[in-house]
Protein backbone atom coordinates (compact mmCIF):
# COMPACT_ATOMS: atom_id res chain seq x y z
CA UNK A 1 0.00 0.00 0.00
CA UNK A 2 1.39 3.34 -1.02
CA UNK A 3 0.24 6.77 0.34
CA UNK A 4 -0.14 10.00 -1.78
CA UNK A 5 0.28 13.71 -0.76
CA UNK A 6 -3.76 13.74 -0.71
CA UNK A 7 -3.52 10.56 1.77
CA UNK A 8 -1.29 11.98 3.77
CA UNK A 9 -3.06 15.71 4.03
CA UNK A 10 -6.11 13.65 4.91
CA UNK A 11 -4.34 11.77 7.64
CA UNK A 12 -3.32 14.84 9.20
CA UNK A 13 -6.58 16.62 8.84
CA UNK A 14 -8.43 13.91 10.09
CA UNK A 15 -6.14 13.06 13.33
CA UNK A 16 -4.87 16.33 14.45
CA UNK A 17 -7.78 18.32 13.55
CA UNK A 18 -6.66 21.24 11.20
CA UNK A 19 -7.78 22.36 8.15
CA UNK A 20 -7.16 20.49 5.10
CA UNK A 21 -5.07 23.70 3.86
CA UNK A 22 -3.07 23.72 7.04
CA UNK A 23 -2.38 20.07 7.27
CA UNK A 24 -1.40 20.52 3.33
CA UNK A 25 0.47 23.53 4.30
CA UNK A 26 2.44 21.43 7.26
CA UNK A 27 3.27 18.08 4.93
CA UNK A 28 5.05 20.81 2.06
CA UNK A 29 6.64 22.38 5.01
CA UNK A 30 8.35 19.31 6.12
CA UNK A 31 9.16 18.19 2.21
CA UNK A 32 11.20 22.02 1.46
CA UNK A 33 13.15 21.44 5.11
CA UNK A 34 13.97 17.93 3.85
CA UNK A 35 14.93 18.65 0.83
CA UNK A 36 16.73 22.12 1.67
CA UNK A 37 19.02 20.14 4.30
CA UNK A 38 19.67 17.39 2.27
CA UNK A 39 23.02 17.65 1.73
CA UNK A 40 23.29 17.14 5.45
CA UNK A 41 21.92 13.50 7.39
CA UNK A 42 18.29 14.14 9.27
CA UNK A 43 17.90 12.41 12.31
CA UNK A 44 13.64 12.62 13.20
CA UNK A 45 14.22 11.12 17.07
CA UNK A 46 12.22 8.01 17.34
CA UNK A 47 11.64 8.21 13.62
CA UNK A 48 14.23 7.45 11.38
CA UNK A 49 17.10 9.21 9.69
CA UNK A 50 16.87 10.80 5.80
CA UNK A 51 20.25 10.76 3.83
CA UNK A 52 22.02 10.61 0.04
CA UNK A 53 23.09 8.40 -1.28
CA UNK A 54 24.80 8.34 -4.40
CA UNK A 55 24.86 5.81 -6.97
CA UNK A 56 27.59 4.92 -9.31
CA UNK A 57 27.44 4.77 -12.90
CA UNK A 58 26.10 1.55 -14.61
CA UNK A 59 25.26 -0.10 -17.52
CA UNK A 60 21.40 0.11 -18.32
CA UNK A 61 19.17 -2.27 -21.14
CA UNK A 62 15.96 -1.31 -22.71
CA UNK A 63 14.41 -4.78 -22.23
CA UNK A 64 12.82 -4.63 -25.63
CA UNK A 65 15.64 -3.80 -27.93
CA UNK A 66 18.16 -5.22 -25.96
CA UNK A 67 20.22 -1.98 -26.65
CA UNK A 68 22.51 -0.84 -23.73
CA UNK A 69 23.04 2.24 -22.52
CA UNK A 70 24.95 4.21 -19.74
CA UNK A 71 23.17 5.10 -16.37
CA UNK A 72 25.01 8.56 -14.93
CA UNK A 73 25.75 8.68 -11.47
CA UNK A 74 22.57 9.79 -9.37
CA UNK A 75 21.71 11.16 -5.68
CA UNK A 76 19.17 8.99 -4.06
CA UNK A 77 17.33 10.18 -0.62
CA UNK A 78 17.23 7.23 1.27
CA UNK A 79 15.37 6.70 4.92
CA UNK A 80 16.04 4.31 7.42
CA UNK A 81 13.13 3.77 9.61
CA UNK A 82 14.47 3.82 13.62
CA UNK A 83 14.17 0.73 16.18
CA UNK A 84 11.53 2.28 17.56
CA UNK A 85 9.83 2.97 14.65
CA UNK A 86 10.46 -0.87 13.33
CA UNK A 87 9.16 -1.92 16.91
CA UNK A 88 5.92 0.26 16.37
CA UNK A 89 4.99 -1.39 12.72
CA UNK A 90 5.26 -4.97 13.90
Not at 8 to 22: D, L, Q
Amino acid sequence: MSLGKKDIVNNIYSEASFSKSTAKDLLESFINIIKSNSSKNIKISNFGTFRIKTTPERVGRNPKTKKEYIISKRKKLVFKASAVLKNNLN
